[in-house]
């Protein structure tokens, strides 16, 4: 390939700022062209100079005359079908004046949309896991909160099975419960308030609702006590 590149940096759009190797751009005039670099990433348009020290674009431009750069060709790195822009390629030759061939382009091109997608996967896996991340420390101060309070708290999941009950839920029945919350509600609910803590429980989940019963609830050492119970969906 005649092109013979003598220059290829990759500079990545990072909250606003464009970088070279961790320094800004406008500090990194002496390693490339800021102006060539800038033009691209606010007009979301490929570059191609076939002679840049005699295009009327960069001819006074100080890193293309101080460095005799012959040929530039400057790529955007966004989504065909996405305004957002995350960097550009820059590659430059020195040598050869019209050193980047129609093919040379279009692989390049081609690079550039591969880059994009990896670009934007590599961000959407890092918001996932700062997600995550913030979701896990999150649940561990809820849990904690909820440890502390005076009242029995209890949730049940989307498959109606209970994944959590606080220390005086625990306490009061008498071990941790991994069960579906019906059979649950059968083996705790007094026999006489069962038909209509159930059917209440049924229609909150039905409707997403929520809903408030009395009823009795025996504990660890047999004896049923009432308690009003409020239940709302997450």
Known sequence: ERSQINKGSLHKNAMGTIF?????????????????????ARSGKPLLLR?????????????????????????????HKRKTMHGVIYI?????????????????????????????????FRVLQSAKKNAEHAGKRMRLLLEMLPQIVWTIDISGKICYGNKK???????????????????????????LTLREYKSSVKNISSFTVEHRARGSDGTFRWFLTRCSPL
């Open 92 to 124: 430059e030759n020195r040598r050869i004046i019209d050193a980047f061939s129609k093919k040379s382009i279009e692989i390049l091109t081609l690079l550039c949309g591969q880059i994009t997608i990896s670009m934007e996967q590599a961000v959407l």
């Open 20 to 40: 070279l190797k961790s320094r800004p751009l406008s500090k990194a005039s002496n390693y490339i062209s800021e102006r060539i670099i800038r033009y691209v």
């Open 51 to 79: 002679n840049a020290v005699n295009d009327f674009m960069t001819s006074n431009d100080s890193y293309i005359r101080n460095n005799n750069v012959s040929s530039v060709l400057c790529l955007p790195l966004k989504h």
């Open 169 to 195: 839920f625990i306490d009061y029945i008498g071990y941790s419960p991994s069960e579906n919350a019906e059979n649950f509600f059968r083996k705790v609910i007094h026999p006489d308030d069962i038909e």
